[in-house]
């Protein structure tokens, strides 16, 4: 069952419109990143005056325009992975002081059995609904055990997203409910709700080599990167690459389990699903927000 003839409305938030203007912002930044473009030339590109661009990156990321660029280049990412080796390893043994805890304190997570999973949700009943966030509209789907899915939308391409979560459980129970799943969004955008005493749980629905691959993701320090290959080798299977990027890009639950921390060997960020600018722009966030901690 499914409540998919329900109208969609539109999401008209200061929060969806500023993501609007962050988007420009970094397709700009990206293709002119080797040129270093001014404040100035950045706020041109999009329509604002450097005032309205300066307080814009504030509301988004609380830092300026020209750090936010520092945030969000090749280089940076680069930078990200220079001691990448360890930082898995680290993560899962040890344990990271300061901002590289943030994430794994406030996820807490268990997954579905493999019946479960084969029977594609038969039993189950799926609550969904959509909520503004910083990287434009959040598509959510919760259910009694904790989120089960979280994806990105423009406005527009609502209904996309959702279908594109909700389609991988078919056998589920499928209920639009915004109130049961604005919880879920108030906590994952509100870094002051990320505490380890109310831990968000998220409950994993997929094959067990992907429920391995997105456990590790799990481990990824906020505010660091790591690699596809690292990835594999930590789940034990050095020369399954390719598959380990399968099944991030299968990752039903983005920014939660970041699969946006994940990037070539060369520090490119290759392939997101929900499209590279954004990709970007969560990482220049994330980054400003470890530097604030």
Known sequence: MSDFDNAWPTVETDRVADYEAIRRAVAFITERRTAQPSA??????????????????????G????????????????????????????????????????????????????????SRGQ????????????FGIAVLVATDHGLAGLAFADPG???????????????????????????HAARIFDMEEWRPD??????????????????????????????????AAHIGAPTASRAVGAAVGRNPISFVVPCHRVVARSGDLTGYHWGLTRKRAILGWEAAKSWQV
Not at 42 to 58: C, D, M, Y
Not at 66 to 80: E, G, I, P
Not at 159 to 182: F, H, N, S, T
């Open 40 to 61: 100035e030339e950045i706020a041109a590109a999009v329509g604002l005056s450097p005032v309205q661009l300066g307080r814009l990156f504030s509301r988004f990321a």
């Open 123 to 134: 039993g189950l009943v799926m609550r969904h609904g959509f909520a503004p966030s910083p």
């Open 157 to 183: 391409g609502e209904e996309a997203a959702l279908a594109d979560l909700v389609e991988r459980w078919p056998a589920a129970l499928q209920l639009r409910d915004d109130a049961a799943v604005a919880t």
């Open 63 to 118: 830092i300026t325009p020209k750090q936010f660029l520092a945030a969000v280049t090749l280089d940076a990412a680069k930078r990200l992975l220079d001691d990448d080796a360890s930082v898995l390893d680290t993560a899962f043994e040890v344990g990271l002081s300061g901002p590289g805890r943030l994430h794994d304190l406030f996820v807490t997570h268990e997954a579905m059995t493999p019946g479960a999973y084969k």
């Open 198 to 231: 109310r831990p968000l749980r998220v409950v994993l629905i997929g094959t067990d080599f992907e429920i391995r691959v997105w456990r590790t993701l799990l481990a990824i320090p906020f505010g660091r990167t790591t690699t596809y290959s690292r990835v």
